[in-house]
Structure formats: C-alpha cells, structure tokens
C-alpha cells in the first residue's frame, strides 16, 4: 500500500472520524506515528488513547487545534455539521495551505470555502464500514483543490473501501443511500434474526446467519456483476419457499420502504445544506 505524504490530522474522533482514520492505518496508508486527533471531551480522548493505535491524541483547545492543523499537510474535519463554524474559528489562520476535508452531512463546498480559509477543500460523504475496509465513499473537490490533492483524497478512501468522485449535486443521494445506508441494513439484520428466532433459531446463530446472508447476498452482486433481480429469480423455486417469502415482503411494502428512506435521507441533506 501507496502511502500519503505528510501529516495527517483528525478533528473530532468520533465515530466516523475514528472508522476512516483507523481503517486507514489498519489499511497501511498512513503509520499512525504521523496522526494527530483532536477531540472535545477528555472522554474521547481517552477512548483513542486505550485504542492503542499509537496516534497522538490532544483534547482541543484553540491554541492546540491551531497548532494541530498548521502542522499537517491533510486535516479530516469529522466533526457534528453545526460544529464546524466554531472548529474553523478556533484555528483561522491555520488552514491556509492545508488540504482540508469535510465528511460532514449536507455542508456544501461553497460553505466550506467560506468558513475555512482553504481553498483546498474536499467534501466527502463516507460511511462506517470504512473501519472494516469495505466503506463506500464519494467526493467532490472544490475548483482550487490541485490534481495531486485530489489523488491524495482517493487515496485515503480507496485504503477502506470503494471510492468515486462525483459532482457535488450527487452528493445528498449518496448520503441517503451509502452514508446513512449502514443503519438501514444494521435494521434488516436485525429484523432477519428476529425472524429467525421467532422461527425457532437461537438468538446467536439466527443473527450469525442474518449477516452472513447479508455479506453473501452482496458479494454476489458484487463479484457478478448481474442484475439483483437474477440472483434473486435464481433462489426463488417455483411454488417454494422464497417466493412466499418474497410475496410477504411485497404485500408489507419492503422495496417503496427501502425507497422511501433514501430519498427521504437525501432530502434531510439538502435541507440540512440549505439552513
Ligand atoms: N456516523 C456516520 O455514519 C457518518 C457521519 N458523517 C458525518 O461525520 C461527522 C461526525 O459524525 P459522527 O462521527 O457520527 O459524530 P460523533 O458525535 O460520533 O463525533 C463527533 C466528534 O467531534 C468531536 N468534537 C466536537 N466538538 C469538537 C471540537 N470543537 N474540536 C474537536 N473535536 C470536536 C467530538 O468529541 P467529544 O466526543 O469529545 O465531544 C466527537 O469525537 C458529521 O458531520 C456527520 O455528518 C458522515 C458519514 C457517516
Ligand atoms: O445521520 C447523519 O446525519 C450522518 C450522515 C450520514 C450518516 N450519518
């Protein structure tokens, strides 16, 4: 693994921040030696600390978050969308220089420019599995960001999972779909071992077998390359069992549901974007 150059800090190492940044050094695109995270609560930082990454861990205060970004090459701002007015304050005159990305839900690049006084700035919309090496990640440079920053960023989100670059319109339905995407199926498995225990199955072995169902179903997709819709005809035997499974689940409104929450998600972006 390719790693990138320079420093790397982290503000707000709360559970996105932490997914991307540990995904990254488990991935080896970064040694954790050149890390800094910057969290509020001494709290957070003792939780990275008992991690034993080896990442340098500082609770923020403005002197030190200055000091924290002014000595990285690549700043990762994950911290709550409402937060990054007050966070870009704390350090202006910092970020001048710095490639800086921002992962949060429905901050725009325009806004982004305007509170950072970055012109190298990248909006991002990741998601947890990052952390195991299998996120799905989109990002939208804004116009001053340079080819080999953008190279950078597509390196980092290519460490932990799949990654495209995509006009900035794009990106709410991402976030309705792969950034929120996650809870959605953390749902369906849950839901699936509960019918497999309401079936009769132990708690332990229906939730083992509701993700592993999951995880298969989807490397199917992923490693054919055929339509969901033939993978699930296969399965399905005249008369048998799936086809009343998948009757039950038409007439209970399980595709318009799975619908209805990403668009709803990205409408939540685009409002959150617009206030
Ligand atoms: N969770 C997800 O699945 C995804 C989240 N995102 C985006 O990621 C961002 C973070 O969300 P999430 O990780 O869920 O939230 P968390 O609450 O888990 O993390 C936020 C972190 O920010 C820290 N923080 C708050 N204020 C400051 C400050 N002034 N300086 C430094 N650190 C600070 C918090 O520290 P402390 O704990 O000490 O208060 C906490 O560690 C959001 O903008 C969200 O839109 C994007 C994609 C997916
Ligand atoms: O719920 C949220 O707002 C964030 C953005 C995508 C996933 N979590």
């Known amino acids: 693994m390719k790693t990138i150059a320079g420093k790397l800090t982290l503000v707000g190492g709360g559970r996105m921040g932490r997914a991307l940044v540990e995904g990254m050094i488990r991935a080896g695109v970064i040694e954790s030696t050149r890390v800094t995270v910057i969290n509020r609560t001494a709290e957070s930082c003792q939780v990275w600390t008992e991690s034993k990454l080896g990442v340098c861990v500082e609770q923020a205060d403005p002197a030190t978050l200055k000091a924290a970004v002014e000595s990285a090459e690549t700043v990762i701002v994950a911290v709550k969308p409402g937060t990054f007015p007050s966070v870009a304050e704390s350090a202006a005159g910092a970020w001048a220089g710095r490639l800086v990305i921002s992962v949060a839900a429905g901050v725009k690049l325009a806004t982004l420019q305007k509170i950072f006084d970055s012109k190298?700035?990248?909006?991002?919309?990741?998601?947890?599995?990052?952390?195991?090496?299998?996120?799905?990640?989109?990002?939208s440079c804004g116009p001053k960001v340079s080819e080999a920053q953008a190279k950078t960023v597509e390196q980092i989100l290519a460490a932990v999972g799949v990654v495209a670059q995509v006009e900035e319109s794009a990106l709410d339905a991402v976030t309705g779909l792969s950034g929120s995407g996650?809870?959605?199926?953390?749902?369906?498995?849950?839901?699936?071992?509960?019918?497999?225990?309401a079936a009769g199955l132990p708690r332990a072995l229906a939730q083992q077998f509701a993700a592993q169902t999951v995880l298969g179903a989807a490397q199917m997709v992923t490693q054919t390359g055929d339509h969901p819709a033939l993978l699930k005809d296969a399965v399905a035997s005249p008369g048998g069992t799936t086809i009343a499974g998948l009757a039950a689940l038409e007439q209970n409104g399980l595709r318009s549901a799975m619908i209805e929450a990403v668009r709803t998600?990205?409408?939540?972006?685009?409002?959150?974007?617009n206030s």
């Open 120 to 139: 190298s700035v990248v909006r991002v919309m990741p998601n947890t599995p990052s952390l195991v090496g299998f996120g799905a990640s989109a990002f």
């Open 265 to 273: 998600a990205a409408a939540r972006s685009r409002e959150m974007g």
């Open 182 to 197: 996650p809870a959605y199926i953390f749902m369906i498995i849950e839901a699936l071992a509960d019918g497999g225990v």
